[in-house]
């Protein structure tokens, strides 16, 4: 779907920024005539000119006015969450009724942005760190006025970040930030976990993080292509007597599927607290 006559406005342009811009370029799906961005500092405005060719402003609100005069414009906020009550106030004037607002901000709801940019159309979307390499997990939602026409063209923008899949209520939002957003840290945290397991056995910091790397990609890629249970997967490995049996029984008598457990659904409670914060009901 090639995004002709859509003008893009990025708030921000900060490491996920520039990922959806890399990502809509990289797929064609706009041009950089098409883009423009702000963010603070000279040296970063200077490297995302050069870098992309987009046009780049200091100050939040010329970079709005500069799609204003677009039928279809889109503008992405790409602060940090504490910086929102102040982009809010940069923007309240700029923003036209007709203009669509993605947020990827974490913890802000779509209430707080349609009050305070006075705006109806707003999408709130939770991508992942891998987006920045193309194949992050983009959970989104949006507010009733935003169009099927419009969500069609969110579904486009998102793609740029890998996979998008689009959930009923900002509470699954919520739910896919603990399992999706934040998910790569447990991912990260278990793979550092093996590869110093690898190097207490005797292998060099170097192979074991080779290892564990390509073991994680393979079975990620055979449990999709496979279709099947996790379950029936690992008991296809898993030999009575063997050393799977040997280590899964030391995970499980360890509680893992237990701490895991607690760790999303600590995520999850902190971003429905984030979010609470955030819109002034704490």
Known sequence: MKLQGLNLSFIGCGVMAEAIIAGLLRKGLVTSDQ???????????????????????????????????????????????????????????????????????????????????????????MPNTPAQVGAGMTAWTCSEKVTEDERKQVKALLSALGKELYVETENMIDMATSLSATGPTYIFLVMEALTDAGVHLGFSREIAKELVQEMMLGSVLFAMESHKHPAELRNMVTSPGGTSAEAIYQMEK??????????????????????????GEK
Not at 55 to 68: G, L, Q, S, T
Not at 95 to 121: F, Y
Request: glycine letters at 6%; one cysteine or more; aromatic letters at 6%.
């Open 35 to 125: 883009i423009v961005g702000s963010h603070p500092r000279p040296q970063r405005r200077k490297e995302m000119t050069e870098k992309y060719g987009i046009c780049m402003f200091e100050k939040n609100a010329e970079a709005v006015r500069k799609i204003a005069d677009s039928e279809n414009s889109t503008v992405f906020l790409c602060v940090k969450p504490q910086r929102i009550r102040y982009v809010l106030e940069d923007l309240r004037e700029a923003i036209l009724p007709h203009q669509l607002i993605i947020s990827i901000i974490a913890g802000v709801r779509i209430e707080t942005i349609s009050k305070g940019l006075n705006a109806q159309k707003v999408v709130r979307a």
């Open 254 to 279: 360890g509680g893992l599927r237990t701490v895991l457990s607690k760790a999303v659904y600590a995520a999850y409670k902190r971003a429905v607290e984030l979010g609470e914060k955030m819109s």
